[in-house]
Every structure is written in structure tokens, then in C-alpha cells.
């Protein structure tokens, strides 16, 4: 994992308050954040359509009916 350079800034008693980092930084931080995001709604969207597909193996029907789409006059 990258090291981030990062400032912790505090209030009058010392105590950290907020955290000031590059803007590269932060841009790459919110690409992963939106990525895992992606990853977390793809997986929620599994976990909501599984079994619903009642007739066999739906990767050999995707196959089967794409070898179909190639074949068309």
C-alpha cells in the first residue's frame, strides 16, 4: 500500500481535529472508495437474483445462446 504524506491538524488543546493530505492523494482515495462501491452493489446484486434462474446451468445457456447469436443469417 502507498504511504500517504498526511497533517493532522488540532484544536487549542492539541487534539486532532482533521487530516490534510494531497490532492493526488485524495484522488486516487476516492477511485478506490468508488470502486469498492461498484464491487459492494455488484455483490448485493448477486446475493438478490440468486436462484431465480430455474433452468440449469446459466452459464451453458449464455453459451449456447450466444453461439446462436453467431450464427445468424
Known sequence: MKAIKK?????EEARP???QID???WIEIERL???READDEFEKLLEETE????HGDGL???IRIREEWDHRP
Open 7 to 11: 497533517k493532522i491538524v488540532t484544536d
Open 17 to 19: 481535529v482533521a487530516v
Open 23 to 25: 490532492y493526488e492523494d
Open 33 to 35: 472508495l468508488d470502486s
Open 51 to 54: 436462484g431465480t434462474w430455474k
Open 60 to 62: 451453458e445457456y449464455q
